[in-house]
């Protein structure tokens, strides 16, 4: 699904549960990001090629997840280059590398992505945030009604998720992509749904 003039949207439903949402940013040079199972991957290349998106450039994770990354190999095998932070090699169970080496932005053909750090639901937990379109793309930090990602995973830390949260709510973003379920819009929605997600994660 096209949602602006450079970014498209896979969100699975129940059929897919278990692989995490990918999101496309193309413009002169492709990236995927969160490519997820090998079970959703028939489905999302057959999508990829309905939008026109013939070959991807650069597969990037917000994390190392089974769920979000285990078809960045079917990417890598067709020339892709893999970006990751390192930072979450401990808690992959497989041998991947990063390719690039992620700063704080990132430019796919003319389209610059701010590279955030947000650990807590995992040690390199990223999110990638489009400014021209006030889009984040935010992994397992946070879901649909205010839910945050879970912290009590291995390398998971319920006091970096809250900080990495508090930092989302300074962008004033308009759309969070998030990766499961539903995209958020609103600025004023989404600050609600940021409190209330720290507040949750107070609880425990």
Known sequence: MKLFENIYAYTWGSAFYDSSNSYVISDGETAIIDPGTYKSYTNLFGLLKNDRIESVDY???THLHKDHCESNQMFMKKGALLGFDERDKVISQFGFSSDLKLGKAFVVGNTEIEVIRTPGHSPGSLTFYIQKYDVAITGDLIFEGGIPGRFDLYGGDRHELVKSLEKLRELDAEYI?????????????????????VEMVGLY
């Open 177 to 197: 992509l998030p990766g499961h379920k539903r995209i958020m819009k609103g600025r004023k929605g989404i600050d609600s749904m940021l409190e209330r997600a």
């Open 59 to 61: 597969v990037l994770n």
